[in-house]
């Protein structure tokens, strides 16, 4: 039986996995394994909203293993090292962090991404990236430690705008600009919470752009009127400004004074882990992505696909497509249908990315576009806006748990929202 590996269980790895399961696995062509270096699933666009507390991973995780057993594939919690080309065979350290060994016919490559710090000095040491759920966790602990310290402060003294929380960001992607909308309700449910003194207006939260505008995938109109939104909510977009380092009291742009920031977040751009570079001799891109044939193979080893944000796939347009979920879960599908092919000696479908359009979240509302057929735009506003953002989660959970399933996880997790009502993870819709 031929032997599938699959690393990386997230936007796209995950959504691969259950299909090859269902389709090889439940009739025994192949033996699926699916590796990563965590035991459960969330999906990364709502990163942020771990971080702020409106989303609880407890609630909205989905576990490997009991995936696996349902669909047909196998779980090994590890992290991927490297790749024997000859022996065809995976190395990975295991939770117990030894080296482990593990064979394939076909492997599947679809580690995500990594934050990009463009090698600017201190960012490592001083900045948090919101790379993982891991990371969005220490995020969330992070900000509840510092507003519970500063708790003593605002009941003690009047606050001058100095004494406040300044939190920095610096990328006016759609990552930070998220992030940063979420923060004042994040204090202000905070405050709900018993702590009645603290309040967004103790929060200065900047946003910190090297471009000219926010949120260049976006058209210019729209990146405005979202820019005007986050000011409206006392929110500071600093653009034009260069960072060129960071320390422990703040960010020094290329010109003018230091930002202050007590909690430095970087989110930047990103790039495929670095240990991914030439990996096993592979071709790699200059962000580290192993670069794919249009068949999504790697274009040194016809047994190795790579897809999502570690896969450089090369459009008509000259432009590579993009590391997005959307993006990743289009290779999920071209790669599935060309494993299948590749067992069966069909020739291979060419992967070509479509753009469905971006749309940012701002909390309680949202805006963006959604790209119609023939190139056409429309521009999208409002809970409606917010609605197709969380249809496209309640999508990618209905593909990998079927549609009753998850009408049934989404009731469920209603439910333990408001049941943990004494909790920040109040806001969610
Ligand atoms: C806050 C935020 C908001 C976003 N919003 C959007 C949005 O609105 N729309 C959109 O299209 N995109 C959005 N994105 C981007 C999107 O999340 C990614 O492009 C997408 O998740 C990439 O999918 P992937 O399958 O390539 O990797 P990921 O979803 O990142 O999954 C990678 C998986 O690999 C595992 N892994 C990593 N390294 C190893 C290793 N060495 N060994 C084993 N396992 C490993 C990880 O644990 C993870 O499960 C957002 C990202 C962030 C952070």
């Keep these: 039986m031929k032997k599938i590996i699959i690393i990386g269980g997230g936007a796209g790895g995950f959504e691969l996995a259950t299909e090859l399961g269902d389709k090889l696995g439940k009739t025994n062509q192949a033996a699926i394994t ?16 771990v971080a702020t507390g409106v989303l609880d991973e407890q609630v909205d995780n989905i ?11 196998q779980f090994t919690q590890g992290t991927f090292t490297n790749i024997d080309r000859e022996k065809k065979q995976i190395s990975f350290l295991n939770i117990k962090d030894e080296t482990m060994f593990m064979d394939y016919d076909i492997l599947v490559l679809a580690i995500g991404s990594t934050s990009n710090d463009f090698g600017t000095p201190g960012v490592k040491e001083h900045c948090i990236f919101l790379d993982d759920q891991n990371a969005a966790i220490r995020l969330r602990e992070t900000l509840i430690a510092k507003f519970t310290s500063f708790c003593s402060i605002v009941d003690e003294k009047e606050i001058k705008d100095e004494d406040k929380i300044h939190i920095a960001i610096v990328g006016g992607g759609a990552t930070g600009v998220e992030l940063a909308a979420e923060l004042p309700h994040m204090v202000e449910a905070f405050g709900a919470c018993g702590r009645n003194k603290m309040c967004s207006d103790l929060l200065v939260v900047s946003v910190i752009e090297a471009t000219d505008r926010i949120l260049p995938a976006l058209p210019a109109k729209t990146a405005a009127s979202i820019t005007q939104t986050l000011k409206n909510r006392g929110i500071r977009i600093l653009t034009k400004t260069m960072i060129t380092k960071a320390e422990s009291d703040g960010f020094y742009p290329k010109e003018g004074n230091i930002i202050k920031a007590d909690i430095m977040i970087w989110t930047a751009g990103v790039k495929a882990p670095d240990f991914l570079k030439e990996i096993a001799g592979l071709e790699s891109s200059r962000s580290n992505q192993l670069v794919v044939k249009p068949t999504l193979q790697t274009t040194r080893d016809d047994n190795i696909f790579v897809i999502g944000d570690c896969a450089y796939a090369m459009q008509d347009n000259g432009h590579a497509s993009p590391a997005t979920a959307q993006a990743a879960q289009q290779m999920a599908k071209v790669c599935y249908e060309n494993i299948v092919r590749l067992l069966n000696n069909q020739s291979l479908k060419v992967f070509k990315y479509v753009d469905k359009g971006t749309i940012i979240t701002l909390h309680d509302t949202a805006q963006g576009v959604l790209k119609l057929i023939g190139k056409n735009e429309m521009s999208v506003k409002g809970r409606f806006a917010l609605m197709i953002h969380r249809l496209l989660y ?4 209905a593909s990998l748990l079927g549609i009753y399933k998850t009408i049934r996880f989404v009731s469920a997790s209603k439910f333990m929202y408001k049941t943990k009502s004494s909790s920040i993870f109040t806001n969610r819709d």
């Design 34 to 49: 699916l590796v990563d270096k965590n035991s459960y699933h969330l999906w990364k666009p709502l990163l942020h909203e």
């Design 394 to 397: 309640r999508i990618h959970q």
């Design 63 to 73: 576990y490997y293993a009991s995936q696996g057993q349902q669909h047909y594939f």
